[in-house]
């Protein structure tokens, strides 16, 4: 028989073939590597038997799926191991999620650090052992009653929520899993293990439910690649946006607002900084920029859908006896803004754009520093065009993201395309519509992207960026997204060529996502050292006694006017001292004047990271920062 390969290609094999002996026949070296495969577009476990005419994609730790499979299957191995030395401990679920994988357990006492080394020598036996994956197919009432005599009451309560009969898989003798895989072949493909970290977690997220015990772990089939990992989890340890907001005076959080960022005076430079650069951005590429309302009544947040889809991360409140929402996102606003005046299609595309503050009522467990708040300003901008605009309009909107993302210094980045989800509002064949505008926006660009099925708003599809930072890590930040639904619901339009009424295209878009989280990913991928700038203090003043103040007043408000951000240092403190703190506080330049500099004019600069540059005249340094701070450019050296 045949087998049809991802180039197209027909590979003959023999009849009654597993996907595995697949693998092999393309290349020993591939099913080598191999942990699932796909076959017709379906994950499925190496052990498949194929059929003629299969389409089918070996799928490796380096393809985004294999890599959920690989860290869903050690999921199950800790669970093994976590069950075999504590017998009574019930597992909830253990899922892959980016960077890793974690498993929820109900147990008599807290995990200790001395618990999680058991469970890694366990583990590591385990994966010694290389013990099958084998899936089991069993009826509904035959799994009930399994673990309902395991006393796995949250398998059990699973159950309740599937139709037809589940599936299981097994590893080793007996140990099983309610599951519906795939998984590697066997538990000697995971190769190098470490558990991360314990956290408390509620069953299925609900205050109300039981607080449950949550070990987070990582996985790699070679060593040397948990070693680079655990390497990078350290440096990202050091570079912590919260630690160095504190470090650096730029924000804080307090117990009277929780998940609310208090922005501090340097903060709110470097804020201001980001905000200024986009909105003269958005004035260049023909935006015009509106300010809408806070708070929006009820009956608007029901016309636009938000309520039925989102209403439990929304914020009430009641005016004049009428029950009103603060705004957790800007598009209703944009819409009513466009409706006050009749518009002829000659006027689009229209391009609002918005710096909204907008507020979502997050659970306290999910808040971590800027990058998952409960206020935060969106740089939104929603454009109104006509059907036949939507490619041109896309393909600038993605243009205008890869300009600001490089502006910052992130050339690295993947896009992705996520549809229809379960919750949608909108006809199926309006979202047919859009998937494919979009799509076919991608392909005519030829820009690689990957789908993402069921992952779109609930108004529309969307295209998703994701930058990488130094250590590789992965944000979702930019997203555009194309609406054919709430310029109905909202009843907007536009007049037409021949005088009739038509409604216009929405496209949602926005460019940094969230300032705060923006500027968390910022200050984390330069490890607080930004570029010049950026920096919210770009120059220090560092006299050496009290006997050289005047000068150092002098130099400082040279700096001042001609625009460069300085600060002056005149504690009574030795010079070394305040370099120290100068370095550590990230300072670009710091220039320590004396008797010597006083007498020439000149001042002795100090460059971060670099030490000493030497002597400079005051107007040369000056000119020199002014040429470097620009967006874009980060220094090497004057």
């Not at 190496?46 to 999921?75: M, R």
């Not at 597992?91 to 008599?108: L, V």
């Not at 799994?143 to 599936?167: C, Q, W």
């Not at 205050?207 to 390497?231: A, C, V, W």
């Amino acid at each position: 028989m045949n087998i049809i390969l991802p180039d197209g290609k027909a590979l003959p094999i023999a009849d009654g073939s597993s996907a595995m002996d697949a693998a092999n026949a393309i290349s020993p070296r591939l099913a080598k590597a191999a942990v699932a495969c796909k076959v017709n577009g379906q994950l499925r476990d190496l052990s498949s038997i194929l059929n003629d005419d299969d389409n089918i994609a070996i799928l490796t730790f380096d393809d985004p799926e294999g890599k959920a499979v690989f860290w869903h299957s050690s999921s199950h191995i800790m669970a093994q191991a976590v069950q075999e030395l504590l017998p009574g401990a019930k597992i909830a679920i253990g899922p892959a999620i980016e960077g890793g994988f974690y498993y929820d357990f109900d147990t008599d006492k807290p995990f200790t650090p001395e618990d999680l080394a058991a469970i890694e020598k366990r583990v590591r036996e385990i994966v010694e052992a290389k013990a099958p994956f084998c899936r089991v197919d069993i009826g509904i009432d035959e799994a009930r009653k399994m673990f309902a005599d395991k006393n796995e009451t949250y398998k059990v309560e699973l159950l309740e929520d599937i139709e037809g009969n589940p599936s299981l898989y097994k590893q080793g003798d007996d140990w099983l899993d309610l599951c519906r895989g795939p998984h590697v072949p066997h538990t000697g493909v995971i190769k190098a293990f470490k558990l991360l970290s314990i956290a408390g977690a509620y069953w299925r997220g609900s205050e109300k439910n039981p607080m449950l015990q949550r070990i987070y772990g990582i996985s790699f089939p070679k060593q040397s690649m948990l070693d680079e990992h655990l390497t990078l989890l350290e440096e990202a340890q050091k570079r912590d946006h919260r630690k160095l907001g504190k470090e650096l005076e730029l924000f804080s959080f307090h117990q009277e607002g929780a998940g609310f960022p208090f922005w501090h005076p340097k903060g709110m430079v470097l804020y201001n900084i980001v905000m200024d650069f986009c909105r003269r951005e958005h004035i260049k590429a023909g935006y015009d920029e509106i300010r809408t309302p806070v708070i929006l009544n009820e009956e608007l947040w029901h016309k636009s859908g938000h309520w039925d889809k989102y209403k439990e991360n929304m914020y009430f409140t009641q005016i004049d006896e009428t029950v009103c929402a603060v705004k957790p996102m800007n598009c209703p606003g944009g819409l009513l803004v466009f409706k006050t005046v009749p518009h002829s299609y000659r006027e689009l595309p229209l391009k609002y754009c918005e710096f909204g503050l907008v507020h979502r009522h997050e659970k306290s467990s999910a808040l971590h520093g800027l990058f998952r708040v409960r206020q935060f300003t969106q740089d939104d901008a929603h454009i109104f065009c006509l059907p036949e605009q939507i490619e041109e309009e896309i393909t600038k909107v993605i243009a205008f993201i890869t300009f600001i993302y490089k502006t910052f210094g992130f050339e690295d980045y993947k896009i992705e395309l996520s549809t229809r989800p379960e919750k949608y509002i909108g006809s199926e064949e309006i979202w047919d519509k859009a998937e494919t505008a979009l799509k076919n926006v991608l392909e005519h660009q030829n820009i690689k992207y990957q789908l993402n099925p069921g992952d779109g708003a609930f108004y529309g599809p969307k295209i998703d960026f994701h930058i990488k930072d130094v250590l590789k890590r992965s944000w979702q930040c930019g997203t555009i997204q194309l609406d054919f639904s709430m310029p109905e619901r909202l009843d907007i339009e536009y007049a037409a060529a021949d005088g009739s009424k038509q409604r216009p295209v929405m496209i949602h878009r926005a460019l940094l996502g969230s300032m705060e989280r923006f500027i968390g990913i910022l200050l984390e991928n330069y490890g607080g050292a930004l570029p010049l700038w950026l920096s919210p203090v770009q120059c220090r003043v560092l006299p050496i006694s009290e006997n050289y103040f005047d000068y150092a007043r002098d130099v400082y408000a040279k700096l001042r006017e001609a625009g460069i951000r300085a600060e002056i240092d005149e504690r009574n403190e030795k010079v070394g001292y305040k370099i120290r703190e100068g370095e550590t506080g990230k300072v670009p330049f710091m220039l320590v004047v004396g008797e010597k500099e006083r007498g020439a004019g000149t001042v002795s600069v100090r460059q971060h990271s670099k030490g000493d540059l030497g002597a400079k005249a005051l107007q040369e340094f000056i000119d020199a920062v002014l040429r470097q701070s620009v967006p874009g450019i980060n220094v090497v050296s004057l």
